[in-house]
């Protein structure tokens, strides 16, 4: 009966850790969560005996699932963006890569920029799936300027999922944006133009 | 008075581990709380493990390489995560 | 040797409580470093209290390879906040 005494709120630490774990949303929080969890959960299998186990917890659960996950999580949360390498240093660029850095963090997302050498290259990647979304500076005649008359850059996505979130956070004096797709390329949609820059233009 | 003695060691560590740990609530940077964790969370584990030590000779081996560990592994993880939280030097 | 163990639970506590409440994700770690840390002690605890040769063994080595997966994970989270 005296043994119990410490027993029971080693044990009852597993489930809060485990709830902890479960109601985690950022994944790498959830990363180092599980190794909380692991520790704690190598103590509880010592306390009945199983030194076996709790090596194992320590060594495979641990160490070798965290780090894998870790690697896992790191490359398949990532956007890949293409832009044409002559305009990455710009100051708009730099602005516009800001808000869209700003934007998908909320989503847990990590962007990756992808430069091309010309259009061309780009949109063939765009074709082929290598890159999710592209940017390119706005050509004087094609979509309309901002009344500003600082430059704008036309995004392109294939995601349609990415297309609703910039849609909603990106400002449209910053970025013009279309989404493509791929499989009917009749369903494209182009963002509709606010009235009174069309009036400009 | 060994037993005495290993008592007080125990204590004297489980102080030093709400000592280090208790910053950690607080909302001062993560180099502060590093320094405080490390300094005085490993000193006292150390101080727990001398304390067995005192109980049980016999499993001297042991107790003298957790010993070891903790103070190697410790201090070179405190240094790991200074690095890596200050941006990697770049 | 109970309340030993019970005041090391209240002392756990606390970094749980810690990692509970993310704000940056090196808060957490310095969280997990401690727990780490403070359960192979615990584990040691336990085998001297219970004279078993065995749970040493495995807390000392669970003390010692736990530190070395702390580093690899800072490692990899530092790369991801790179980008």
């Known amino acids: 009966m005296s043994e119990q005494l410490y027993i029971i709120p080693i044990v009852l630490l597993l489930p809060l850790t485990g709830c902890m774990l479960v109601l985690q949303v950022n994944p790498y929080h959830a990363l180092v969560i599980r190794g909380i969890f692991g520790a704690i959960a190598a103590l509880v299998y010592v306390l009945f005996g199983a030194a076996d186990v709790a090596l194992t917890e320590a060594l495979v659960g641990t160490m070798l699932s965290i780090t894998l996950y870790a690697v896992a999580v790191r490359s398949s949360l990532s956007l890949r963006v293409g832009a044409i390498e002559d305009q990455l240093k710009a100051h708009t660029a730099r602005e516009l890569l800001s808000v869209l850095r700003a934007t998908f963090s909320k989503h847990h997302l990590r962007l990756e920029i992808v430069p091309y050498t010309n259009l061309l290259a780009m949109q063939a990647a765009l074709r082929a799936k290598e890159i999710h979304c592209s940017y390119v500076l706005s050509e004087p005649g094609g979509s309309p300027s901002p009344p500003g008359g600082g430059s704008r850059y036309d995004i392109q996505t294939r995601v349609s999922r990415l297309y609703e979130i910039m849609q909603a956070e990106v400002p449209p004096t910053k970025a013009y944006l279309r989404y493509i797709d791929l499989a009917n390329p009749d369903k494209s949609t182009e963002v509709p133009i606010p009235e009174a820059m069309e009036g400009k233009s | 008075m060994i037993d005495t003695l290993s008592y007080l060691c125990i204590g004297v560590g489980i102080f030093f581990w709400f000592w280090g740990t208790l910053p950690l609530v607080g909302d001062r940077s993560v180099l502060f709380k590093l320094h405080s964790l490390s300094v005085a969370d490993t000193l006292g584990s150390m101080s727990i493990v001398v304390g067995l030590l005192l109980k049980i000779p016999r499993e001297w081996p042991l107790l003298v390489l957790a010993l070891i560990s903790l103070a190697i592994w410790n201090t070179v993880l405190g240094y790991v995560l200074a690095y890596c939280s200050s941006g990697g030097g770049d | ?83």
Not at chain 3, 16 to 43: G, H, P, R, V
Request: glycine content about 4%; proline content about 1%.
């Open chain 3, 1 to 83: 040797m109970n309340w030993i163990l019970l005041a090391t639970i209240a002392a756990l506590l606390i970094p749980i409580y810690e990692a509970w409440q993310d704000e940056n994700i090196w808060q957490t770690m310095l969280a997990f470093s401690s727990i780490a840390s403070k359960t192979s002690i615990m584990i040691l605890i336990v085998s001297v209290l219970r004279d078993d040769w065995t749970l040493g063994v495995v807390g000392v080595i669970i003390l010692s390879v736990g530190n070395a997966a702390l580093m690899l994970l800072a490692h990899i989270i530092r790369r991801t906040n790179e980008l």
